[in-house]
């Protein structure tokens, strides 16, 4: 079956401008993660839903970043205000929702704010 | 709240040779623990899961790992590198819970010397 798919790949933006990252999690998947990668920083968490519970928000950087969960299904991940350190690749998983359950990653996308 | 610590950003071995990649965590409750992998290129995967039961977990591609709660540790191991073992390997860690998210650690780049 389908796996985790994120739109764009790869994503330039000029400083200041917003942008919005897609994830389209597996069909069933109740549990959705966004993470950054970043060089040299492993995955930093940003970003938890869990089926119709309130998003885990507690990785967020700034109050430039948001995230929505539409239907329990597609997810999208907005930066507003984009700057050069929000440059890296932002990657979605998701989860059958229970806590050994292991992720499955998309392909994630790259971010370049010039 | 729970945490990770790889120690060692780069690991380099001989083909052949001991592969050991370190990997600490902090939880208040129960934990659940993983290693994941990213080949070159690729996304990430699952390599291996602790839950409950055996403290001696067998992943793929001949890895394994052990869990000591005692030294809070989950070190991965493979007796004899292969050249295709190179990838970036990442720890991480959730608690007993569906709300409890998953937290990884920074990574560790594995090189294999021919």
């Known amino acids: 079956g389908a796996g985790v798919s994120q739109s764009p790949s790869n994503k330039v933006t000029e400083k200041g401008k917003d942008v919005e990252l897609r994830c389209d999690p597996i069909?069933?998947?109740?549990?959705l993660y966004w993470y950054r990668q970043s060089l040299g920083q492993g995955l930093e968490f940003l970003i938890y839903f869990q089926g119709n519970s309130a998003p885990d928000k507690s990785g967020l950087p700034s109050d430039r970043f948001s995230a929505e969960r539409t239907g329990g299904s597609v997810s999208t991940l907005t930066i507003q205000r984009t700057q050069q350190e929000d440059s890296a690749v932002y990657l979605c998983a998701s989860s059958v929702g229970q806590e050994n359950s292991p992720l499955h990653f998309g392909n994630g996308t790259r971010l370049t704010v010039t | 709240a729970q945490s990770v610590t790889q120690l060692g950003s780069h690991v380099s071995v001989s083909e052949g040779a001991l592969v050991l990649l370190r990997c600490n965590y902090s939880?208040?409750?129960?934990?659940?623990l993983f290693w994941y992998v990213q080949y070159p290129n690729q996304g990430l995967q699952l390599l291996l899961k602790?839950?409950?039961?055996?403290?001696l977990v067998k992943g793929i591609n001949g890895f394994e790992a052990e869990f000591k709660k005692s030294e809070t540790s989950f070190h991965l191991t493979k007796p004899s590198a292969h050249m295709s073992d190179a990838a970036e390997y990442f720890c991480a860690v959730t608690g007993y819970s569906s709300a409890s998210k998953i937290i990884f650690g920074s990574g560790t780049r594995l090189s294999i010397r021919p």
């Open positions: 939880s208040s409750v129960p934990p659940y």
């Open positions: 069909s069933g998947h109740t549990a």
């Open positions: 602790y839950t409950t039961g055996a403290t």
